[in-house]
């Protein structure tokens, strides 16, 4: 293919639209531009009058590239351009365009965005009012690879040039300033619950992960947060919380409505793995929540939650952390054990070996409830159907304040994508004594991946 064949575009045809890209990315400190590798229509695209239906692959140092897409999808045409490799920082993207006038008048503005395979359209820039043309983007994750064109779409005898696509990473940047930490409230409106978000300082409008925090029965979620996660999670990369709040029962207890083990004394009808449900796709949704990175961490009856939490949804969360606590005493009344096919959560599961309230052997917690399994159990469940294939066993002497030592069963090179582990805190009961640091060390010990 000859590069030079650009189409003219006196040559347009009449329902084709065309784009002339030099593909340059630079920094703003090296001069080494930094090469696109391949450029993707959302429908075929034309390249000096040969059409293609794959990627096509280019050198980001040439001087003119021309394409074509068909204006007949109705939705607009998509064009990504792959960065090669992770970019960090601010990008600054600036678009050249050539519109006929009449067409410019009712236009919707093109939409840039920043994204990877997962996530191709997850970070939209932001459009300079003043510079038409321009766009400010703030990259969330290392990971983000691509720069999206989307184009609005266009009637079928009009056509519009872009004439150059640069982009330029700027450490020094107007959006790299830093939004301040704040606390906001989430709605569920349909059950008049709340919970509330801890937002911290981050860069204008940087995707995080988000975690949400479950209180054992009897305790808030403001008061259990407090004593058990606000100093452990200094010590961590910045992430979003959400601290839940269980519903009370008739002695005014705060509990959740989790396994038939524990702790809905009184049958009340509380649907809070919906609760939950909302919380997390709320903050996804308006607060800019890393999809790919939820996690939900939960302690005695927030333990239990846990467990029914990704036995219902087991593909919302990248991550469950059940502090003594159980699952469903019969397998086959967790959901997601049933699944044939599809990723499962990393499962931490602790429980503490001199616990009289939710043993690990497995029990009853209270008369009037059910039964629960042993912790050697849950564990060999997951690991079990998440197909994994290696086995190691360590000892930490740094999980407790105590010193006391926490013996770690870890299953990994799972076929569902993920790891399952089994804690047993020694010389430890229902309220173990973590070190300051606990939380930022399952993590750790879990591979969860750090902004």
Not at 225 to 239: A, N, R, V
Request: with cysteine.
């Amino acid at each position: 293919m000859n590069l030079q064949d650009s189409v003219c575009v006196n040559e347009l045809h009449t329902n084709m639209l065309a784009f002339y890209v030099p593909l340059v990315l630079t920094t703003t400190t090296v001069a080494e531009p930094i090469h696109f590798t391949s450029a993707q229509f959302s429908t075929v695209y034309e390249y000096s009058r040969e059409l293609y239906q794959a990627p096509l692959a280019i050198d980001g140092l040439i001087d003119s590239f021309a394409i074509s897409g068909s204006t007949a999808n109705t939705n607009g045409q998509t064009l990504s351009l792959n960065m090669g490799s992770p970019i960090d920082g601010p990008v600054s993207v600036r678009i050249r365009v050539n519109i006929p006038g009449v067409i410019r008048q009712w236009m919707a503005p093109l939409q840039v965005y920043l994204g990877n395979s997962a996530h191709e359209r997850a970070f939209e820039c932001e459009r300079d009012v003043v510079a038409e043309w321009s766009y400010q983007c703030l990259h969330p994750l290392a990971a983000h690879t691509f720069i999206t064109v989307y184009l609005p779409s266009t009637s079928s005898n009009t056509w519009m040039v872009i004439n150059e696509v640069e982009a330029v990473r700027n450490v020094n940047s107007i959006i790299a300033t830093t939004e301040p930490a704040r606390d906001t409230t989430l709605d569920v409106i349909s059950t008049n619950r709340s919970a509330v978000l801890h937002i911290p300082e981050r860069r204008r409008n940087q995707m995080l992960p988000l975690v949400v925090f479950l209180h054992p029965y009897t305790y808030t979620g403001t008061y259990w947060y407090d004593l058990y996660i606000g100093s452990s999670s200094q010590q961590e990369s910045p992430k979003m919380h959400i601290v839940a709040e269980g519903t009370r029962d008739r002695n005014n207890y705060p509990f959740w409505n989790a396994t038939d083990a524990c702790c809905n004394l009184d049958n009340a009808v509380v649907d809070d793995v919906a609760y939950v449900e909302s919380l997390v796709r709320q903050a996804i949704r308006y607060h800019n929540a890393d999809p790919d990175n939820v996690m939900i961490v939960g302690m005695s009856n927030g333990g239990f939650m846990v467990h029914r939490l990704i036995c219902e949804l087991p593909t919302l969360f990248s991550l469950a952390i059940s502090i003594n606590g159980a699952s469903w005493q019969h397998r086959d009344d967790c959901p997601a054990l049933r699944r044939r096919v599809g990723v499962f959560p990393t499962l931490v599961h602790v429980n503490s070996n001199a616990d009289n309230v939710v043993p690990a052997v497995g029990g009853r917690v209270l008369p009037a409830l059910r039964d629960y399994p042993s912790a050697i159990e849950v564990v060999h469940r997951w690991k079990t159907a998440s197909g994994c294939r290696a086995y190691r066993q360590t000892t930490s002497h740094s999980l407790l304040h105590t010193g006391d030592a926490a013996s770690v069963d870890e299953n990994f090179n799972c076929t569902r994508s993920n790891k399952v582990i089994g804690i047993t805190l020694l010389n430890q009961n229902h309220a173990p004594s973590f070190a300051s640091d606990w939380f930022s060390q399952l993590l750790t010990l879990a591979n969860v991946q750090r902004n």
